[in-house]
């Protein structure tokens, strides 16, 4: 796979790959590149709903995991800005709670990962052990409180303002958008402009929000603890 972004002349691009893929004999595999694309279902096999990694650390990791949605699913803009809303900063529901309210964790955020089958949602926080069972808890009910309640307009406006405007700036670099096409042509073979993906983002429904929290919600979840004296975080697992 070769991506290039920049002042190149496309057509000079092709023909230089074509020269060097022709002396190792690429250019003659038929393989169909929609086969790594391939957006089937795919349930994840059941797996120990917690881990304890038993290490003598000064502070707890936490993570909690859900199975989510596809990379190409259409809530995807929607988990996007309820991710945000949940994790995704100084202004979230978790940073909010977990560390300024209480002041239980330095670092606490919620992130989303999409494949071609299944995805996964997860939820961090770095605590002491003393308080790793309440941060679990704090956690899991903020995504929980979504999924039930779901969000209010402030937090929906202030999301899609922070995402459209930081995707606006993050791909003001020759490298960032190199790294998007390839992204692109090898996870999806979609290929969307910034423009495109402002719009997509901008037609969400604040309904939405609660709908994909709900989606999350109802699959199988794991929870991994790294550090001292943790396994009484099984019970919350």
Known sequence: MVTVAGGVSHELLVEL????????GWLDNKAN????????????????P???????????????????????????FALGLMSSILGGGMSSRLFQEIREERGLAYSTYSYQ???ADAGYFGLYAGTSSENAALVVQLMKSGLESIAE??????EFDLALGSLTGGLALRYESSLARMNRLLSAEIGSGEFLSTEQILQRFQEVDISEIQTVASRITANRSALVAVGPNLEALEQLA
Request: charged share 25%; glycine share 6%.
């Open 50 to 76: 917690f881990t304890n990694l038993n290490h003598d650390f000064s502070q707890a990791n936490l993570l909690l995991g859900y199975q989510s949605i596809k990379g190409m699913d259409p809530d995807r």
């Open 33 to 48: 590149p929609n086969d790594r694309r391939s957006q089937n279902t795919f349930q994840l096999p059941k797996t120990r």
């Open 113 to 115: 990962q999409g494949y």
């Open 149 to 154: 309640h779901g969000v209010t307009r402030e």
């Open 17 to 24: 790959v074509q020269q060097e893929l022709a002396k190792v």
